[in-house]
């Protein structure tokens, strides 16, 4: 996918002032805390020092390289600190089960105002943990995660590992294909606290699988700590069915609980420990998952939400980047919406925008092979006296999102501006807003002030399915407008310049109100007279199976097409009047609580179909997950609440009623605290095909 250059160009160093191009650089050592050689998955902390004869921050880049192959991106640029003239790196922790073998970790020093770098790289060697040809287990720092290793296997062979308690069915880590003449190693998760395991390794060649030998394992309780408060408790309301073929809950817990995974009898069976204030956005398919972390980013102050990781399911980081070299990368595009925020001279002035955090989401997809992972950064702007009907005489505050695309090696390739494409005077039918202090969009641009909180969108989804109309684009959940859109991203060969050179926007879908209804707005097929048929405030708005047609029950049989679950929390329906019903809600199925939605899309006709409007009994006026379950028969729907003040999460599978609009609940979990999202899964290496 090629680079695109999306703005007005504006060079980097133009950006943040230009400063002397002469300054020194110098890495003064690059130091592991154990000795070469260890044994696979052994964890080694780098220390580095270095000096900069500019008075500038200095920031460090971490790649590590296996054999002679090429170096692949750990962590991205973030500043160290500086003592006594010495800049310290933030501690660099690397932990690789990929196999044994000599790998080159580099770390590169670079001064962003002079543009001086310096780089450093260190050998290490990692050794099989493979004994006498035989295949073993190993405990990890994650009590219920186990490193399963075993002998190299054939060339066009692939193996995964088998594991089980007593006589139970067992289940499976992913496929990886075989690479001798090197060790298979894999993180074997989602075993109950304090349990005996069998493990054996399978590996498939030419359509046969053999089994290898059998080896036992024990995990380890839940740990002390993390039972002390930082783990949610369970409570079953609505036992699954016998042989459920999704068994396992995924639970995205933040603030002071930590995310877990459950069986359907709410027994926690993985945790990521080190996960306090940790937003799961996805997990991905093969057993990693994708977060947005509080930490420290080199252009602000701001600790919330400025790292985005992808971990491992014993919590090691795979990759990690930070809003300031994001910023500064969208910068070198020509995105002028998206400076670091401590680039912005105090006070700023209309006009000034920069990037404040990351927030809701992150995807991973694949386009002609390749990996690319999007998310999105909130996007704060100052705007004349008046816009969006604010009173007095001082620039308006306003924050909205950019989404961003990441290529394979975590470098930005193209982004999306909704203050280059929205109509910036469709103000926020209810109001809502921003202040430094808040945990989903904190503000650091006009410091003291209120920002309006203009869209807040919750959810950006990869359409996957060539077949489908919007194949190759995203869809975008704006909360706080009641839309949701699609942005014509192309494959990455879209463009999204300030109109009128180029408007992305495809679609949009929701409510019509008094200030907007565009020409390529659905209309909604109210086949049930319901007084408020849209969503509002919806989260999670994904197409089911990638965009996939699929066939659902609906009110006159099956009805077959593209297929779109949403989390209807409601908000604006259950407003008071004249923007909602307020206190006069219909009954069921359209009284004042959230609904579990799915949508047949009809892009010819501009249409869209209702086959689930379900009353999901409680009122929740914020987050919440939904999605479609597409191995179950019928197809069954999963919906996770979200913020609810008595009940904090509910996780559900529905069961749909044929020739209805509604389901049947045929599991109801409650946690004990709210969690953004819930998944519910076959296990944690096959995600959902939602």
């Given at each position: 996918?090629?680079?695109?250059?999306?703005?007005?160009?504006?060079?980097?160093?133009?950006?943040?002032?230009?400063?002397?191009?002469?300054?020194?650089?110098?890495?003064?050592?690059?130091?592991?805390?154990?000795?070469?050689?260890?044994?696979?998955?052994?964890?080694?902390?780098?220390?580095?020092?270095?000096?900069?004869?500019?008075?500038?921050?200095?920031?460090?880049?971490?790649?590590?390289?296996?054999?002679?192959?090429?170096?692949?991106?750990?962590?991205?640029?973030?500043?160290?600190?500086?003592?006594?003239?010495?800049?310290?790196?933030?501690?660099?922790?690397?932990?690789?089960?990929?196999?044994?073998?000599?790998?080159?970790?580099?770390?590169?020093?670079?001064?962003?105002?002079?543009?001086?770098?310096?780089?450093?790289?260190?050998?290490?060697?990692?050794?099989?943990?493979?004994?006498?040809?035989?295949?073993?287990?190993?405990?990890?720092?994650?009590?219920?995660?186990?490193?399963?290793?075993?002998?190299?296997?054939?060339?066009?062979?692939?193996?995964?590992?088998?594991?089980?308690?007593?006589?139970?069915?067992?289940?499976?880590?992913?496929?990886?294909?075989?690479?001798?003449?090197?060790?298979?190693?894999?993180?074997?998760?989602?075993?109950?606290?304090?349990?005996?395991?069998?493990?054996?390794?399978?590996?498939?060649?030419?359509?046969?699988?053999?089994?290898?030998?059998?080896?036992?394992?024990?995990?380890?309780?839940?740990?002390?700590?993390?039972?002390?408060?930082?783990?949610?408790?369970?409570?079953?309301?609505?036992?699954?069915?016998?042989?459920?073929?999704?068994?396992?809950?995924?639970?995205?817990?933040?603030?002071?609980?930590?995310?877990?995974?459950?069986?359907?009898?709410?027994?926690?069976?993985?945790?990521?420990?080190?996960?306090?204030?940790?937003?799961?956005t996805r997990p991905v398919s093969g057993g990693?998952?994708?977060?947005?972390?509080?930490?420290?980013?080199?252009?602000?102050?701001?600790?919330?939400?400025?790292?985005?990781?992808?971990?491992?399911?014993?919590?090691?980081?795979?990759?990690?980047?930070?809003?300031?070299?994001?910023?500064?990368?969208?910068?070198?595009?020509?995105?002028?919406?998206?400076?670091?925020?401590?680039?912005?001279?105090?006070?700023?002035?209309?006009?000034?925008?920069?990037?404040?955090?990351?927030?809701?989401?992150?995807?991973?997809?694949?386009?002609n092979g390749q990996q690319y992972t999007a998310?999105?950064?909130?996007?704060?702007?100052?705007?004349?006296?008046?816009?969006?009907?604010?009173?007095?005489?001082?620039?308006?505050?306003?924050?909205?999102?950019?989404?961003?695309?990441?290529?394979?090696?975590?470098?930005?390739?193209?982004?999306?501006?909704?203050?280059?494409?929205?109509?910036?005077?469709?103000?926020?039918?209810?109001?809502?807003?921003?202040?430094?202090?808040?945990?989903?969009?904190?503000?650091n641009l006009y410091l003291g002030t209120v920002?309006?909180?203009?869209?807040?969108?919750?959810?950006?989804?990869?359409?996957?399915?060539?077949?489908?109309?919007?194949?190759?684009?995203?869809?975008?959940?704006?909360?706080?407008?009641?839309?949701?859109?699609?942005?014509?991203?192309?494959?990455?060969?879209?463009?999204?310049?300030?109109?009128?050179?180029?408007?992305?926007?495809?679609?949009?879908?929701?409510?019509?109100?008094?200030?907007?209804?565009?020409?390529?707005?659905?209309?909604?097929?109210?086949?049930?007279?319901?007084?408020?048929?849209?969503?509002?405030?919806?989260?999670?708005?994904?197409?089911?199976?990638?965009?996939?047609?699929?066939?659902?029950?609906?009110?006159?049989?099956?009805?077959?097409?593209?297929?779109?679950?949403?989390?209807?929390?409601?908000?604006?329906?259950?407003?008071?009047?004249?923007?909602?019903?307020?206190?006069?809600?219909?009954?069921?199925?359209?009284?004042?609580?959230?609904?579990?939605?799915?949508?047949?899309?009809?892009?010819?006709?501009?249409?869209?179909?209702?086959?689930?409007?379900?009353?999901?009994?409680?009122?929740?006026?914020?987050?919440?997950?939904?999605?479609?379950?597409?191995?179950?028969?019928?197809?069954?729907?999963?919906?996770?609440?979200?913020?609810?003040?008595?009940?904090?999460?509910?996780?559900?599978?529905?069961?749909?009623?044929?020739?209805?609009?509604?389901?049947?609940?045929?599991?109801?979990?409650?946690?004990?605290?709210?969690?953004?999202?819930?998944?519910?899964?076959?296990?944690?290496?096959?995600?959902?095909?939602?």
């Amino acid at each position: 996918m090629k680079r695109i250059h999306i703005l007005c160009a504006a060079g980097l160093l133009a950006a943040l002032g230009m400063a002397p191009l002469y300054g020194t650089v110098t890495i003064e050592s690059l130091t592991p805390s154990v000795a070469s050689p260890q044994p696979i998955g052994t964890t080694v902390t780098w220390a580095v020092k270095a000096t900069d004869t500019e008075a500038n921050n200095l920031t460090f880049q971490f790649n590590v390289a296996s054999g002679t192959g090429p170096y692949a991106l750990v962590r991205d640029f973030n500043i160290g600190t500086l003592s006594s003239g010495v800049w310290t790196a933030q501690p660099f922790v690397w932990t690789t089960i990929a196999g044994e073998g000599t790998y080159s970790i580099q770390v590169i020093a670079k001064d962003f105002v002079s543009g001086e770098t310096s780089t450093r790289t260190a050998s290490y060697k990692l050794q099989t943990r493979v004994s006498a040809g035989a295949a073993v287990v190993h405990k990890t720092a994650n009590s219920l995660v186990a490193l399963f290793s075993a002998p190299s296997c054939a060339s066009g062979s692939t193996m995964r590992v088998a594991f089980l308690t007593g006589s139970n069915s067992p289940n499976y880590t992913a496929w990886a294909n075989c690479k001798p003449p090197v060790s298979m190693n894999f993180y074997v998760a989602g075993m109950l606290p304090s349990t005996a395991y069998s493990m054996y390794a399978q590996t498939a060649t030419n359509g046969k699988i053999t089994n290898g030998a059998t080896l036992s394992f024990t995990t380890g309780a839940l740990p002390t700590k993390l039972a002390q408060g930082y783990l949610p408790s369970f409570t079953v309301q609505t036992k699954a069915p016998t042989n459920d073929p999704n068994p396992m809950l995924l639970w995205a817990f933040t603030k002071l609980i930590v995310p877990v995974a459950t069986d359907l009898n709410g027994n926690i069976i993985w945790y990521y420990g080190t996960g306090l204030g940790t937003l799961l956005t996805r997990p991905v398919s093969g057993g990693t998952m994708l977060t947005i972390q509080n930490g420290t980013s080199w252009d602000s102050a701001n600790t919330t939400q400025q790292l985005l990781r992808e971990i491992d399911l014993s919590g090691n980081i795979v990759h990690e980047t930070n809003t300031g070299v994001i910023a500064n990368q969208l910068v070198a595009l020509g995105v002028t919406d998206a400076a670091p925020c401590g680039s912005i001279p105090q006070p700023p002035k209309v006009g000034d925008a920069c990037l404040d955090d990351f927030h809701h989401d992150a995807i991973r997809y694949l386009i002609n092979g390749q990996q690319y992972t999007a998310f999105m950064g909130h996007i704060e702007k100052l705007f004349p006296a008046g816009t969006q009907g604010n009173k007095g005489s001082n620039p308006v505050d306003i924050l909205s999102e950019v989404v961003i695309v990441l290529d394979s090696n975590w470098q930005v390739v193209w982004c999306y501006d909704a203050f280059n494409q929205l109509n910036i005077e469709r103000a926020a039918p209810l109001g809502e807003t921003c202040t430094a202090s808040a945990s989903d969009c904190p503000t650091n641009l006009y410091l003291g002030t209120v920002a309006n909180d203009w869209t807040h969108a919750n959810t950006v989804d990869f359409v996957a399915n060539s077949a489908n109309p919007d194949a190759g684009n995203f869809l975008i959940s704006m909360r706080d407008q009641d839309q949701v859109i699609k942005v014509n991203y192309n494959n990455g060969g879209g463009s999204c310049a300030p109109p009128p050179a180029v408007s992305c926007i495809g679609w949009y879908m929701g409510p019509p109100d008094e200030l907007t209804v565009p020409p390529n707005s659905f209309a909604f097929e109210n086949l049930t007279a319901d007084p408020w048929p849209w969503f509002s405030h919806q989260h999670d708005v994904t197409f089911a199976n990638g965009g996939a047609t699929v066939t659902v029950d609906g009110l006159t049989g099956s009805v077959t097409g593209y297929l779109l679950t949403i989390y209807d929390n409601g908000n604006t329906r259950y407003s008071a009047p004249p923007l909602g019903l307020g206190s006069n809600c219909a009954g069921p199925p359209d009284d004042c609580n959230s609904r579990g939605m799915a949508l047949i899309v009809n892009e010819a006709a501009m249409t869209v179909t209702p086959v689930l409007m379900q009353d999901l009994g409680i009122k929740t006026t914020a987050l919440g997950s939904a999605g479609l379950l597409m191995n179950t028969t019928p197809n069954h729907y999963a919906f996770g609440t979200g913020l609810y003040t008595t009940i904090p999460t509910e996780s559900l599978e529905l069961s749909p009623t044929p020739n209805t609009i509604s389901a049947t609940t045929i599991l109801n979990v409650h946690g004990s605290s709210y969690s953004y999202r819930s998944w519910q899964m076959p296990n944690l290496y096959n995600t959902p095909a939602l």
